[in-house]
C-alpha cells in the first residue's frame, strides 16, 4: 500500500502546492478501520511529508486505534480530524444499519478527551449536533467542526446545523453528488436564503 499511496500523494500534493497555499486534509476513506499497528509505521509520515495538513480519521476500529492515529498526528504535526455520524439513512442501527447512536457518541468524546477539538458531522443530523456540541464544547472549548453530507437536497439543513455551533467554527464540506458549477451555485443560493430566515436578514 506505501508504494501506492507516496506515488500518488506526490504527484497529485505537489501539482496542488504549485497553485494553492490552503491546508490540504487527506480522506483516506474510512482511516481507523484497520490495526493499531498499521498507523504506527510510516504512513502517517508518508502523509505528512507530502505537504497535507490534516487527515480525516474513521475509527471503527476502535479506542486502541484511534489513540494510535492522534499519537502518531501529534508526533508527525498533523491535525487529526475525527468524523462520527454518517450522513446517509441506514446507518445508525435505529435506521436499519449496524452502528448504535452510543458508538458514533463515544468516538468524539474518546477524541476530546485526547485533545482533538477537529471533527467531523453530518449537517442533515441536526438534533445530534445539539449534543455533541454541548458535550464536546464542555470539555475542550471551541470546536471546529467540518459539516458534511452537504448536497442539493440537504443543503437546506445548513443553517440549522450551524445555529447549534454557538461560539464554534464550521467549514463546510460538499459531497461528490454536483455535476456541475450550476448545482453548487444553487446549493449555496439555498444555504444562504435559509441562512438568511434563520437570523432575520433582509
Known sequence: ML????????????SIRKISSKPLLYDHQKLGCDLPG????RMLDLIKSYGTDGVFIFPLGGKEVLESIINKCIDVELTPIVCGDLSYKGFFA???GYIDLDVQQRIYLDAASYGVSHFVMSCNRVDRIKIYCHQLG?????????FTGI???DCHNLPDACSQLKHNK????????FNNADEYVSALNTFWEGFKKKLEIS
Open 94 to 96: 435505529e435506521e436499519g
Open 138 to 146: 464542555g470539555m475542550i472549548g471551541q470546536l471546529k467542526i467540518i
Open 170 to 177: 464550521a467549514f463546510t464540506l460538499f459531497d461528490n453528488s
Open 38 to 41: 498499521t498507523y504506527e509505521g
Open 151 to 153: 448536497n442539493n437536497s
Open 3 to 14: 508504494p501506492v499511496l507516496e506515488a500518488g500523494l506526490k504527484d497529485t500534493l505537489g
